[in-house]
Nanobody
């Protein structure tokens, strides 16, 4: 059974930084891709970015240049480093692993950007 556990969320002031972690069961190379999503109150869940096991990453336009996804292969962990945070980045952040036709989600971690 696949488990994804996000951590690292919290309250941060505008302009601040946070790094989220997504610990994944099994080797990252098992999956086609690992993505970060977020869902703000009253809004649909949206894609933040994706990392592929071979290395490439892709980001939504609203976070390009501010957010960075990286991986620790040995720790089976995917990170989302968030800089220059804005109030509109407030959301529950989820990671998702895709393995062929199956998708696995974590429980989410809350990020609140407020002064």
């Amino acid at each position: 059974q696949v488990h994804l556990v996000e951590s690292g969320g919290g309250l941060v002031q505008p302009g601040g930084s946070l790094r989220l972690s997504c610990a994944i069961s099994g080797s990252i190379f098992r999956y086609n891709a690992v993505s970060w999503y977020r869902q703000a109150p009253g809004k649909q869940r949206e894609l933040v970015g994706t990392v592929f096991p071979t290395g490439p990453t892709a980001y939504a336009d609203g976070v390009k240049g501010r957010f960075t996804i990286s991986t620790d292969i040995d720790m089976n962990t995917v990170y989302l480093a968030m800089n220059s945070l804005k109030p509109e980045d407030t959301a529950v952040y989820y990671c998702k692993a895709r393995e062929d036709d199956s998708e696995y989600w974590g429980q989410g971690t809350q990020v609140t950007v407020s002064s």
